[in-house]
């Protein structure tokens, strides 16, 4: 069965101050591993796409990685207006839907 | 160009209830999807549409009914709504069966079961 894992649940940043958010994920045989940003009252938007281990995409102050078994969303230098909850998902290979993760939900404290 | 519109946006029913939720994509996407949203529960896949004419079972579908009308339309039926469906349901649509490519979701429809 295809699964996907985030961490931290929530994270609190000050604004400038960088981290990383998880996305483990176990499939049988990955076609693609999406991010997307969900603000509060709306449908999800999509972020990045990757499809192979060892690629990387950038967009603003994100960065998305991904390897065999994860895939990380760093967030250099936040600003408030980056708050939001972050979900990946992930396409397995026979063109089934996809599976998303639970979320993390990132607050940026000016 | 308004992408992926759900209608309504809000909604409380009573248990018992029937209603029926509409989505409707302009991107000439072949699949389609609905999904609910729950607080720590993530996006749950309830019916998908891979292509018009054919619907598919998704992780949580007990309840629901869904009707793929045309190639732009897809609908979710409750036939006697529950407390437990109180949700946010999207749809969405895509068009992975021509390449790896993302979903675009609707505005969402919040739904209260009473």
């Known amino acids: 069965e295809d699964q996907v894992t985030q961490s931290p649940e929530a994270l609190r940043l000050q604004e400038g101050e960088s981290s990383s958010l998880n996305c483990s994920y176990t499939v049988s045989g990955l076609r693609g591993l999406f991010w997307y940003r969900q603000d509060p009252g709306k449908g999800p938007e999509f972020l990045f796409t990757?499809?192979?281990a060892g690629e990387e995409k950038e967009k603003e102050r994100l960065k998305a990685t991904l390897t065999k078994k994860e895939s990380f969303l760093h967030i250099t230098a936040p600003k408030p207006e980056d708050s939001a909850t972050y979900l990946c998902a992930v396409q397995a290979r026979g063109n089934t839907p996809l599976v998303f993760g639970k979320g993390t939900r990132l607050s940026v404290i000016a | 160009n308004a992408g992926v519109t759900q209608t309504p946006k809000f909604q409380v029913l009573k248990t018992g209830q029937s209603m029926t939720l509409q989505c409707a994509q302009d991107m000439n996407h072949n699949s389609m999807y609905w999904y609910r949203q729950d607080p720590g529960m993530g996006l749950r896949l309830i019916y998908y549409?891979?292509?018009?004419?054919?619907?598919d079972k998704g992780e949580v579908p007990n309840g629901y009914n869904v009707s793929r009308l045309n190639k732009r339309e897809f609908s979710l039926r409750l036939e006697s709504a529950a407390p437990s469906q109180t949700s946010v349901y999207f749809c969405a649509s895509d068009d992975r069966a021509q390449r790896v490519t993302e979903a675009f979701f609707g505005q969402g429809t919040r739904l209260t079961v009473v």
């Open positions: 990757l499809y192979s």
């Open positions: 549409s891979a292509s018009e004419g054919t619907t």
